[in-house]
């Protein structure tokens, strides 16, 4: 066997495959007669049938797989050795390769057309992008009190209706006249009472028991955002929604918030110690900050990767790769449909994977499956506590295998795997990148994370 390349131009490249049939002969062999050893051949006792007559059955065929199996693993073995870092795969070149005769050939050449990743300077010196940190008002931190006790307090459906309790029925839009509107919104939807604006529509509410109706104006009674929700409508139509509708009751039900004290403590926070209002206020806290803390990481990221792409000025052997994309792609990939996405689809996925190759290449952030195991672990410190009698040892092990068997499972693993992923590209650009941290709103994020 002999594997030669041959340089076509900057990246582009011609490798030959030449294949001996002392390089296929013996496991020809060796497979035929595992053949003969199974076949079961009329006139013939089972695994008694001439070697001739099974290599005439079979010969080709196997000669055929074991040339392209060999072929397959001595090009990837070549591309391995000789460290070529090549973008895509191998394409073979059928034209140079020419018509294939395993009846008659016994050495064989394969032609294959490949193309090589080109040399990248990352722009370091070109990204001015700020690390993001949202500011959290306390009143934030309260709402979100409010919330945990809501979440794990008392839950009921009285009779009647209560000044903080959720309504459910069937809203319907009405005309001028206060009758049904054709081809107006009709809808079964909920709301809580809480979110109506005008105090004397929501006290008309009060009181009120399944299968009373109560009409009111919905721009009077609910925000622009309410009435999308609700309504089932999108923004646009809710920010000109002005009519009146009609709420035919359905039931009610009512969330008692749950004490804050020690019990809700260790449901919300198992494990943490937690003995006071202040400590758990300081917890909560923590995780706004935490979970906020992910999301501008996931916007930074987003940001450098832009600012990289934007300034990436390597060549790409674009005839090539287009050439790829259509053998990978299904029957409704066409060279025309890949040229139409070529700007916005595909040239920027192909420069990511040569930033990413080349980021690698600084620090790996290829998530390990040893981050998986204890990404999940952490996870699961928070729903599976230790049992009864269970000391630190057991409850260690068992927290151990659990998280393997879900992490070996691999379902579901994909956006845990995505945020193991940005942390650790998020890590590696602050290291390269040093970023001013600057205080924004919510609101301001919001709008940053939109653009």
């Given at each position: ?31 035929l007669k595992k053949y003969q050893q199974k076949a079961n051949v009329p006139g013939f006792r089972p695994g008694k049938a001439p070697m001739a007559m099974i290599q ?54 394969f032609f294959f057309d490949a193309a090589l990743a080109p040399k990248v300077e990352l722009a370091w010196n070109k990204v001015d992008v700020k690390l993001a940190q ?318």
């Open positions: 066997m002999n594997i030669t390349k041959e340089n076509l131009g900057d990246l582009d490249l011609s490798i030959k495959v030449e294949i001996e049939e002392n390089d296929y002969a013996e496991n020809v062999k060796k497979t005439r059955m079979y010969k080709t065929s196997v000669m055929a797989d074991e040339v392209q199996n060999i072929m397959s693993e001595a090009l990837y073995k070549y591309i391995d050795d000789e460290k070529l870092e090549i973008l895509g795969s191998p394409l073979s070149n059928e034209e140079k390769t020419g018509a294939i005769d395993f009846d008659n050939q016994t050495s064989f050449t949202i500011k959290v008002p306390a009143k934030d931190v309260e709402s979100q009190i409010d919330h945990i006790t809501r979440q794990y307090g008392k839950f009921e459906t009285p009779e009647t209706i209560g000044e903080n309790d959720y309504v459910y029925g069937k809203i319907v839009e009405l005309d001028k006249n206060g009758e049904p509107k054709e081809g107006g919104v009709s809808t079964f939807s909920s709301f809580e009472l809480s979110t109506i604006k005008d105090e004397a529509i929501r006290a008309s509410f009060v009181g009120k028991k399944n299968e009373d109706k109560v009409v009111l104006n919905a721009a009077k009674a609910f925000s622009a955002e309410t009435i999308e929700n609700t309504l089932h409508i999108d923004a646009a139509a809710a920010k000109k929604f002005k009519s009146d509708v009609e709420v035919s009751i359905s039931g009610c039900s009512r969330i008692t918030p749950h004490e804050i004290n020690e019990e809700l403590f260790a449901q919300v926070f198992p494990g943490a110690d937690i003995k006071d209002a202040a400590a758990f206020k300081k917890k909560v806290t923590e995780e706004i900050n935490k979970a906020n803390d992910e999301q501008c990481e996931i916007l930074y990221v987003n940001q450098v990767r832009k600012a990289l792409l934007d300034n990436f000025s390597a060549q790409l052997p674009e005839a090539f790769l287009k050439r790829w994309i259509l053998s990978r792609g299904g029957k409704d990939v066409t060279a025309q449909s890949i040229e139409d996405d070529w700007a916005e689809k595909y040239l920027p996925s192909l420069k990511w994977e040569i930033i990413d190759t080349e980021l690698n290449k600084i620090q790996s952030i290829e998530p390990t499956h040893i981050e998986i195991v204890d990404e999940v672990k952490n996870i699961l410190r928070s729903s599976m506590p230790m049992n009864e009698g269970e000391d630190e040892k057991a409850y260690s092990e068992r927290l151990e295998q659990t998280a393997q068997t879900i992490a070996k499972d691999g379902k579901n693993m994909g956006q845990l795997v995505d945020k193991l992923y940005v942390r650790k590209t998020a890590k590696l650009f602050r290291e390269k990148l040093n970023p001013e941290v600057e205080k924004i709103s919510a609101k301001e994020f919001a709008e940053r994370a939109k653009a």
